[in-house]
């Protein structure tokens, strides 16, 4: 898919978004295989949280032993 080759490449640093204002990750949390699993992870659980209410239990069972914190702090 050309969407999915145009996301995944390398940016240079000073390249901002189409929300420009938000700023930029800090240099240690930046295009690090872990923060893009975490980030992955978490915007599917925000997803089936929103469309299966009912499986956010299982989800979050699920992610919690690889150490994934779906929840960010929030109380679920």
Do not use: D, F
């Amino acid at each position: 898919m050309p969407w999915a080759r145009r996301h995944s490449r390398p940016r240079p640093p000073t390249a901002t978004g189409i929300h420009g204002g938000l700023g930029h990750r800090p240099v240690s949390e930046r295009a690090t295989t872990k923060h893009r699993n975490i980030a992955l992870m978490y915007t599917t659980y925000c997803m089936y949280a929103a469309l299966l209410p009912q499986s956010s239990a299982l989800w979050r069972a699920t992610t919690a032993p690889y150490g994934y914190p779906p929840t960010r702090g929030r109380a679920a």
